[in-house]
């Protein structure tokens, strides 16, 4: 597609429910990458993809929260079992092949756990 | 702990000044600074980029001055607009691996 795509645009949930965030990165761009955005604060880097390359796990807060890309394209960020301070903007971006090549960033997905 | 700091937190400018942003860094790994443009309810947006090769890179009214001796760099925005109200956030990596930011400042210019 034109730009990143990323669904829903807003989800509220309650505390404790699973939630699965979407991303649909630019078509051919190798590299993925979520980051979370808290209100009015900088990004948090969470997970980074790379072709078939094992992903950079390590900025996922806890086992609470994993990420798949399916056949190299899309990928889901899921968060088991929600908490308050996972309310933030999640943001997904592509590169064509990595970040020296500047990121695309989706518009991102409110969540707002009640 | 955050690579990249940045400051100020925030800062208003009247229409036509030139607001300034810094950035400082410490891993001397770093080969490539963007900076990013953030809109309420957008994603960031890559505003203009710059390597450790060149001391300073210009577009439009957009400017990146780079000090690699004292690993700093600034963003200078020319002849301001209210339409530059932004957040803007520096950034850096090492080769092709991920970004790391900046904490972002919000830049307000007033008409």
């Known amino acids: 597609g034109a730009g990143v795509s990323q669904s829903p645009s807003n989800k509220v949930t309650e505390k404790g429910k699973d939630v699965e965030l979407r991303c649909d990165p630019i078509?051919?761009?190798?590299?993925l990458y979520w980051y979370r955005q808290s209100l009015g604060q900088g990004l948090e880097f969470l997970i980074y993809?790379?072709?078939?390359?094992?992903?950079?796990k390590s900025g996922l807060p806890s086992d609470r929260f994993s990420a798949e890309r399916t056949g190299g394209s899309v990928s889901t960020l899921t968060i088991q079992r929600t908490q308050q301070e996972d309310s933030a903007v999640y943001l997904c971006a592509s590169s064509r092949q990595g970040a020296g090549y500047g990121y695309t960033f989706g518009s991102g997905t409110r969540l707002t756990v009640v | 702990q955050q690579q990249v700091k940045q400051s100020p937190q925030s800062l208003i400018v009247q229409k036509g000044g030139i607001p300034i942003i810094n950035c400082a860094y410490e891993n001397t790994a770093f080969d490539y600074f963007p900076w990013y443009q953030q809109f309420p309810g957008k994603g960031p947006a890559l505003l203009i980029a710059i390597r450790p090769d060149v001391s300073e890179k210009k577009e439009g009214r957009f400017t990146i001055s780079f000090n690699k001796s004292a690993k700093q760099f600034s963003l200078h925005i020319m002849d301001s607009q209210p339409g530059d109200s932004a957040t803007y956030f520096c950034a850096a990596s090492s080769g092709d691996y991920k970004l790391s930011f900046g904490a972002g400042t919000t830049v307000t210019v007033r008409a």
């Open positions: 078509s051919g761009h190798t590299a």
């Open positions: 993809f790379q072709g078939n390359s094992a992903p950079d």
